[in-house]
T-cell receptor, first 112, second 112 residues
Framework: EAQVTQNPRYLITVTGKKLTVTCSQN?????MSWYRQDPGLGLRQIYY???????DKGDVPEGYKVSRKEKRNFPLILESPSPNQTSLYFC???????????FGPGTRLTVT | LAKTTQPISMDSYEGQEVNITCSHN???????ITWYQQFPSQGPRFIIQ???TKVTNEVASLFIPADRKSSTLSLPRVSLSDTAVYYC?????????????FGAGTQVVVTP
């Protein structure tokens, strides 16, 4: 089944403790992206990747890192999480020739 | 990228047709119009995409006038399960894929 998976789905952590949210897709898509969603602010893009080893900042990249060492994986790294990064995070992927973004199930992160 | 404007919310009854209009006055020649649907705590799901005139699939229709400065997503005979947030996106795919902005979307509430 074609899908985007994220892990973990739920995470509660403390300020400053490094964490990684994994994202993996099995559709051989070139494009991958991370979004965060907060009440009243809609979906905002954090980082995106056009292909392996190619990443670029989205609208809200501060406090986040990403890497794209393999085509299927696009982890989101929070080196020193802060409470303002408490949010619902979505990973998405798309084919270079496709018009549709496929979204993962989301990761709800709480930073205390 | 063209900025989009949608109504914040719309209410409807089961069985009625729901039409959501999106304004995109600065749409560029190469831009496509894409609509997504999102249920609470789930990732957005692609509904439909078009460039001009009318596009129809099994779940919706998309009407685009000749000047392309707006578009209307039409959901025929809605049911309670169509209660969701609907997003209109405008961009030159795939070149601007990484920069697509979702905005706040339109909350559609369907009641019995």
């Amino acid at each position: 089944e074609a899908q985007v998976t994220q892990n973990p789905r739920y995470l509660i952590t403390v300020t400053g403790k490094k964490l990684t949210v994994t994202c993996s897709q099995n559709m051989n898509h070139e494009y991958m992206s991370w979004y965060r969603q907060d009440p009243g602010l809609g979906l905002r893009q954090i980082y995106y990747s056009m292909n392996v080893e190619v990443t670029d900042k989205g609208d809200v990249p501060e406090g986040y890192k990403v890497s794209r060492k393999e085509k299927r994986n696009f982890p989101l790294i929070l080196e020193s999480p802060s409470p303002n990064q408490t949010s619902l995070y979505f990973c998405a992927s798309s084919s270079v020739l496709g018009n549709e973004q496929y979204f993962g199930p989301g990761t709800r992160l709480t930073v205390t | 990228l063209a900025k989009t404007t949608q109504p914040i919310s719309m209410d409807s009854y089961e069985g009625q047709e729901v039409n959501i209009t999106c304004s995109h006055n600065n749409i560029a020649t190469n831009d496509y119009i894409t609509w997504y649907q999102q249920f609470p705590s789930q990732g957005p799901r692609f509904i439909i995409q078009g460039y001009k005139t009318k596009v129809t699939n099994e779940v919706a229709s998309l009407f685009i006038p000749a000047d392309r400065k707006s578009s209307t997503l039409s959901l025929p005979r809605v049911s309670l399960s169509d209660t969701a947030v609907y997003y209109c996106l405008v961009g030159d795919l795939p070149d601007s894929w990484g920069k697509l902005q979702f905005g706040a979307g339109t909350q559609v509430v369907v009641t019995p």
